[in-house]
Structures are given as structure tokens and as C-alpha cells.
């Protein structure tokens, strides 16, 4: 079964401290990960994807294939990370599946 | 390119009332989706769809109906509308893997119901 895991439904972290947002993923085969963030009241917006390997507003996540997960991270949480963290994988079919989310609160 | 549009932004019905949620997008995109977003809590899967003419049934069909007669518009109907369908609802579309050069499912904007 494709599926995606965020075992977190929310996570509180002080303002300065690092961030762990977890993905684990089923998946038969190589998939695309993603990770997408919502602000309050805004759209689904992504955040970054797993084939970039690029750092987006100080954010890392790295493939982990043999423990298939994607987990999200940031050394220094800042107040403006507060959101709605969505991880999603795009399967062969080029069907995308969301994980159900992670509300993020930082704390001041 | 104007992306993902929904109309309306907002509504409130009554229940029983039908009405249909508008997604189009300019895109050229395959695939489109529906999903409701119920306050404080993830996504959820209503339908989607792989082409002009193909719908399948995603997480929570139930109450709801699509339609895809066209590649840019994915409308989403309430028949009888009921609290539980008090929601945002978002619509989404993205490319074929491969073909997309930033981001694989743009969103839209939502259409915030409520229902009483």
C-alpha cells in the first residue's frame, strides 16, 4: 500500500530550538517526496522536494531510503514556522499522496 | 497563468440546499483533486481525476459528486448539504511527473462553506 506517515498531529517547540517534523512513507519503488507548508488561512504552498536538495527558509529534509523516511528539520525554530506541514509523495501513476499533517507551534 | 481559481471564496448554506464549488485551472494540468480541510485538522481526499472524463472516488465521497468534462474545470456538487460538509475546500491540479518545473500540485486559494 502507497501510503504517507506523520505520526504528529502537533508539535511545540520554543523559539531557538531545533525542529523535527517527522514523514515515513510506503512505497514499492523509488518515490518523489515533497514537503508542503500552509500559513494560517492561506494555501498549501511547497515547501521544498527531496530531488533539490535544497535548504528553503533554513528547512533540510534528506531521503532516508532504508528507513523510508523524509523527516522535515530546522536547527533554530523561528515564530513565522508556525504552520500547517504537510509531507506528500508522488507515486508512478503521478498520483500525489499527503500525509494527514503537522501543526507546528512555536513557542516565544 | 492564473494557476488554480476557486469561486466562490465563501458561502453559507442551509441544509438541504445544493450548490457547486468552482475549481479551473490554466495549467493544462492531468490531474485534478478536491479535498476538504475540516478546522485544526489535514487534508482529506474527496475525489479526483486523471483526465477529461475520468473521476474516481478519493478518502470521503460520500455527499459530494464531480465532474471532469473539460481538462480545466473540475467542479465539486453538494446535493443536500449537511453541518458535516461545514469545511474549506481546497482544489489542486498538477502535471505528469516530470513535466512540472516547480512545484508538482498547485493549490487554490479554498472556498471556505459553512453550513447550518
Known amino acids: 500500500a502507497q501510503r504517507v506517515t506523520q505520526p504528529e498531529k502537533l508539535l511545540s517547540v520554543f523559539k531557538g530550538a531545533p525542529v523535527e517534523l517527522k514523514c515515513n512513507y510506503s512505497?514499492?519503488?523509488?518515490?518523489?517526496l515533497f514537503w508542503y507548508v500552509q500559513y494560517s488561512r492561506q494555501r498549501l504552498q511547497l515547501l521544498l522536494r527531496?530531488?533539490s536538495r535544497e535548504s528553503i527558509k533554513g528547512f533540510t529534509a534528506d531521503l532516508n531510503k532504508g528507513e523510508t523516511s523524509f523527516h522535515l528539520k530546522k536547527p533554530f525554530a523561528q515564530e513565522e514556522d508556525s504552520a500547517m506541514y504537510y509531507c506528500a509523495l508522488m507515486n508512478r501513476d503521478d498520483k500525489i499522496i499527503f500525509g494527514k499533517g503537522t501543526r507546528l507551534h512555536i513557542l516565544p | 497563468n492564473a494557476g488554480v481559481t476557486q469561486t466562490p471564496k465563501f458561502r453559507i448554506l442551509k441544509i438541504g440546499q445544493s450548490m457547486t464549488l468552482q475549481c479551473t485551472q490554466d495549467?493544462?494540468?492531468?490531474?485534478m483533486y478536491w479535498y476538504r480541510q475540516d478546522p485544526g485538522m489535514g487534508l482529506k481526499l474527496i475525489y479526483y481525476s486523471v483526465g477529461a472524463g475520468i473521476t474516481d472516488k478519493g478518502e470521503v465521497p460520500n455527499g459530494y459528486n464531480v465532474s471532469r468534462s473539460t481538462t480545466e474545470d473540475f467542479p465539486l456538487r453538494l446535493e443536500l448539504a449537511a453541518p458535516s460538509q461545514t469545511s474549506v475546500y481546497f482544489c489542486a491540479s498538477s502535471p505528469k511527473q516530470g513535466d512540472y518545473s516547480n512545484q508538482p500540485q498547485h493549490f487554490g486559494d479554498g472556498t471556505r462553506l459553512s453550513i447550518l
Open positions: 512505497y514499492s519503488g523509488s518515490p518523489e
Open positions: 527531496h530531488i
Open positions: 495549467m493544462n494540468h492531468n490531474y
